[in-house]
């Protein structure tokens, strides 16, 4: 019911920034949040940050949260017109390099916890170098 597509992963050099793009597409009533998520080999999938909806609304506004390796660094921001989820990585360091990706759910106010939806993009891979 939601597509995700990431994008403008790549290789960079430690310090430099990156902006990776996540594109959202199907039914969008009550996402409750978007979030950035990565993994990198032979870890654990990481929660980096998300950006909460307004109530039952599709419009995000800056209530966002990031985990503490990448506060100040990365900001997560959303084009609700065009439906992007963007995720703006600046002093990057070689800790970052792992395959992100773009997460929505969907919970609707009222909803049990069986109804909750997740949608996961495919990922797109960042590699800092040193």
């Known amino acids: 019911q939601v597509q995700l597509v990431e994008s403008g992963g790549g290789v960079v050099q430690a310090g430099g920034s990156l902006r990776l793009s996540c594109t959202a597409s199907g039914n969008m009533v009550c996402i409750t949040f978007m979030a950035w998520h990565r993994q990198a080999p032979g870890k654990e999938r990481e929660w980096v940050g998300h950006?909460?909806?307004?109530?039952?609304?599709?419009?995000?506004?800056?209530?966002?949260y990031y985990t503490d390796t990448v506060k100040g660094r990365f900001a997560i921001s959303r084009d609700d017109a065009k439906n992007i989820l963007y995720l703006q990585m600046n002093s990057l360091k070689p800790e970052d390099t792992a395959v992100y990706y773009c997460q929505a759910v969907r919970f609707c106010s009222g909803y049990m916890a069986q109804d909750r939806e997740e949608y996961w993009g495919k990922g797109t891979l960042v590699n800092v170098s040193s």
């Open positions: 950006i909460r909806s307004v109530g039952d609304t599709e419009h995000f506004g800056n209530d966002t």
